[in-house]
């Protein structure tokens, strides 16, 4: 980036606004009711704080903003960094990407995260200029750094970038960052106002990370793959002084981001009792394994005491047999018991459990796991099909016997991934009648007039979401489930037809042009609404140096 800049060089740290989503259903269910800001962006603004980059984080998905303000934003940009962490995410990211390259031809995208690190090269084919792998914050570092001083993109660290007519990896690897040397999160510039769990009457919402990784084996999951069944802790010391800065700026409510929180008990014995003893008075969620709190019959109590409100549980099925064979590591021999115990233990404590189910891939199309759970394992749960994503060991496994049905870049939950058996498909039960069916037992609709202001205001966000889905429909929203719901075509012609109805020059011209756009979430934040932004020209930005680009300045 050149001294004769008029200003600091702008990095945008995007969330995407929802341009295209599923249907009937969101994408993100479970993230549309309990709205948490990610720790991502925070994360990658403290490693560069020091760097001259005038830094803005941007969170599309929950701020509610017109399409015009969201083209000004776009076109501000000089640098676009995006974490993309799931194919559910991939078609809507694309679509962005397209629209920033269409709006400001010389903006620089940098994609990161657990999606882009197992497609980089699909995603420099869709548009992105950079794909950051694995972990973030050295490279990210060193990647901006190299912006700044004309630096070579040949000595980034887990870089994928075009240098010509190749795509090209960086031979250097940067070593997993020690956590509590990380500089601190920039939550200051984040804009926390919109964002709410409900577990406190007042107070902001942030996210925090006590650790990163899982050393569990679960073969459905990338997620420990990623970190390598690894999982590296920061210190007491250093979350509390996260803590004591986020309480000053007024946060009152935490989502601990672990995918495995508690699994070393000694550490988050210490944390939690550190918490109790500042009197931080947080109320907090987090993901958490069944085994954890059945090891640990102190653990639910302590929880509660120090703020705990409500977890994550990943629950799979009640089926031994079935979590056995992908490797969950529960070892009980009554999984259905076990975890009937581990829900008394919370809700006696006032700890209210989401269980997250998985419906095997070879079930019948009729049933679905979490059929008649609430009440019983959990107070309330999501179930979703059992998906082939890129990254895991069962897809790996699925991959040797031609069984992953279709590529993996995207996915719909209206669409099957996996192929059973010879023909037979894995059924798809994301729709309607399931979900009705579902919910209309008896536990589920006394809780929607529960005590609990907590629990009121689950219950009564998962209609307010649906009906508001179904109110955003668009033509091509319909198109789309119709052509994922198409039995008769192959899953990968489904799939094309698909992304050709989004990706393609007309639906792009209207985003450019238009000042409007039917939104498929436009109403879920009532009247909040972003700052506006002022038209104001990007930057320059020179083109990085490569290979290629030193050859023709030769």
Same mark, same amino acid.
């Given at each position: 980036?050149?001294?004769?800049?008029?200003?600091?060089?702008?990095?945008?740290?995007?969330?995407?606004?929802?341009?295209?989503?599923?249907?009937?259903?969101?994408?993100?269910?479970?993230?549309?009711?309990?709205?948490?800001?990610?720790?991502?962006?925070?994360?990658?603004?403290?490693?560069?704080?020091?760097?001259?980059?005038?830094?803005?984080?941007?969170?599309?998905?929950?701020?509610?903003?017109?399409?015009?303000?969201?083209?000004?934003?776009?076109?501000?940009?000089?640098?676009?960094?995006?974490?993309?962490?799931?194919?559910?995410?991939?078609?809507?990211?694309?679509?962005?990407?397209?629209?920033?390259?269409?709006?400001?031809?010389?903006?620089?995208?940098?994609?990161?995260?657990?999606?882009?690190?197992?497609?980089?090269?699909?995603?420099?084919?869709?548009?992105?200029?950079?794909?950051?792998?694995?972990?973030?914050?050295?490279?990210?570092?060193?990647?901006?750094?190299?912006?700044?001083?004309?630096?070579?993109?040949?000595?980034?660290?887990?870089?994928?970038?075009?240098?010509?007519?190749?795509?090209?990896?960086?031979?250097?690897?940067?070593?997993?960052?020690?956590?509590?040397?990380?500089?601190?999160?920039?939550?200051?510039?984040?804009?926390?106002?919109?964002? @709410?769990?409900? $577990? #406190? &009457?007042?107070?902001?919402?942030? =996210?925090?990370?006590?650790? %990163?990784?899982?050393?569990?084996? /679960?073969?459905?999951?990338?997620?420990?793959?990623?970190?390598?069944?690894?999982?590296?802790?920061?210190?007491?010391?250093?979350?509390?002084?996260?803590?004591?800065?986020?309480?000053?700026?007024?946060?009152?409510?935490?989502?601990?981001?672990?995918?495995?929180?508690?699994?070393?008990?000694?550490?988050?014995?210490?944390?939690?009792?550190?918490?109790?003893?500042?009197?931080?008075?947080?109320?907090?969620?987090?993901?958490? @394994?069944?085994? $954890? #709190? &059945?090891?640990?019959?102190?653990? =639910?109590?302590?929880?509660? %005491?120090?703020?705990?409100?409500? /977890?994550?549980?990943?629950?799979?099925?009640?089926?031994?047999?079935?979590?056995?064979?992908?490797?969950?590591?529960?070892?009980?021999?009554?999984?259905?018991?076990?975890?009937?115990?581990?829900?008394?233990?919370?809700?006696?404590?006032?700890?209210?459990?989401?269980?997250?189910?998985?419906?095997?891939?070879?079930?019948?199309?009729?049933?679905?796991?979490?059929?008649?759970?609430?009440?019983?394992?959990?107070?309330?749960?999501?179930?979703?099909?059992?998906?082939?994503?890129?990254?895991? =060991?069962?897809?790996?496994?699925?991959?040797?016997?031609?069984?992953?049905?279709?590529?993996?870049?995207?996915?719909?939950?209206?669409?099957?991934?996996?192929?059973?058996?010879?023909?037979?498909?894995?059924?798809?039960?994301?729709?309607?009648?399931?979900?009705?069916?579902?919910?209309?037992?008896?536990?589920?609709?006394?809780?929607?007039?529960?005590?609990?202001?907590?629990?009121?205001?689950?219950?009564?966000?998962?209609?307010?979401?649906?009906?508001?889905?179904?109110?955003?429909?668009?033509?091509?929203?319909?198109?789309?489930?119709?052509?994922?719901?198409?039995?008769?075509?192959?899953?990968?012609?489904?799939?094309?037809?698909?992304?050709?109805?989004?990706?393609?020059?007309?639906?792009?011209?209207?985003?450019?042009?238009?000042?409007?756009?039917?939104?498929?979430?436009?109403?879920?934040?009532?009247?909040?609404?972003?700052?506006?932004?002022?038209?104001?020209?990007?930057?320059?930005?020179?083109?990085?140096?490569?290979?290629?680009?030193?050859?023709?300045?030769?």
């Amino acid at each position: 980036m050149s001294a004769s800049q008029d200003h600091a060089p702008r990095i945008l740290f995007l969330h995407p606004k929802t341009l295209v989503d599923s249907w009937p259903f969101p994408v993100d269910t479970l993230g549309e009711v309990f709205k948490a800001p990610s720790a991502v962006y925070p994360i990658l603004a403290g490693a560069i704080a020091d760097l001259p980059i005038d830094v803005e984080i941007f969170d599309g998905y929950v701020t509610r903003e017109t399409l015009r303000n969201y083209q000004r934003r776009l076109r501000r940009a000089d640098v676009l960094a995006i974490s993309v962490m799931s194919p559910l995410k991939a078609l809507d990211t694309e679509l962005t990407i397209r629209l920033a390259k269409a709006l400001n031809p010389r903006v620089q995208i940098v994609l990161g995260g657990n999606h882009a690190s197992a497609f980089p090269e699909r995603w420099i084919g869709c548009g992105a200029d950079l794909v950051v792998t694995g972990e973030g914050e050295i490279a990210f570092r060193r990647l901006a750094e190299a912006w700044l001083s004309r630096g070579h993109l040949s000595d980034v660290p887990n870089l994928v970038y075009r240098d010509g007519d190749r795509i090209v990896r960086s031979a250097q690897t940067a070593p997993p960052i020690a956590l509590d040397d990380s500089a601190m999160p920039r939550w200051d510039l984040f804009d926390l106002r919109p964002y @709410r769990l409900g $577990t #406190v &009457r007042r107070g902001r919402c942030a =996210a925090i990370e006590l650790s %990163r990784g899982c050393p569990h084996r /679960c073969d459905f999951c990338n997620i420990n793959t990623f970190w390598g069944h690894r999982q590296r802790y920061k210190s007491v010391d250093r979350i509390i002084e996260e803590m004591d800065r986020l309480h000053r700026l007024g946060v009152r409510e935490l989502i601990f981001t672990d995918d495995n929180f508690a699994h070393d008990y000694r550490h988050t014995t210490q944390l939690l009792e550190e918490m109790i003893r500042r009197d931080f008075r947080f109320g907090f969620g987090s993901f958490l @394994r069944g085994d $954890t #709190v &059945r090891l640990n019959p102190e653990f =639910a109590a302590l929880a509660a %005491r120090a703020g705990m409100r409500f /977890c994550f549980m990943g629950i799979e099925t009640l089926d031994p047999r079935w979590l056995k064979s992908h490797r969950k590591g529960v070892r009980a021999p009554d999984a259905a018991a076990m975890y009937a115990d581990v829900y008394r233990s919370l809700r006696a404590n006032g700890v209210f459990l989401v269980g997250l189910f998985i419906t095997p891939a070879e079930a019948p199309a009729e049933e679905f796991s979490g059929k008649g759970v609430d009440g019983v394992v959990c107070d309330f749960h999501y179930s979703a099909d059992l998906v082939a994503q890129k990254g895991s =060991a069962l897809y790996e496994t699925l991959m040797k016997t031609a069984s992953v049905g279709k590529d993996m870049f995207y996915h719909d939950w209206n669409m099957p991934s996996i192929v059973v058996s010879g023909d037979r498909i894995q059924p798809s039960r994301r729709n309607m009648r399931v979900a009705v069916q579902d919910a209309l037992n008896l536990f589920a609709l006394r809780a929607h007039l529960s005590a609990s202001r907590f629990e009121r205001r689950l219950r009564w966000r998962h209609i307010g979401i649906i009906a508001e889905r179904l109110l955003c429909s668009s033509a091509m929203d319909i198109r789309r489930y119709k052509i994922a719901k198409d039995q008769s075509r192959s899953l990968e012609d489904r799939q094309r037809s698909i992304v050709s109805s989004v990706i393609n020059d007309t639906v792009l011209r209207r985003l450019k042009a238009g000042g409007r756009w039917k939104s498929p979430l436009a109403l879920r934040n009532g009247l909040w609404s972003a700052r506006k932004i002022a038209p104001l020209e990007a930057g320059r930005v020179p083109a990085p140096v490569t290979a290629a680009t030193r050859e023709g300045s030769a």
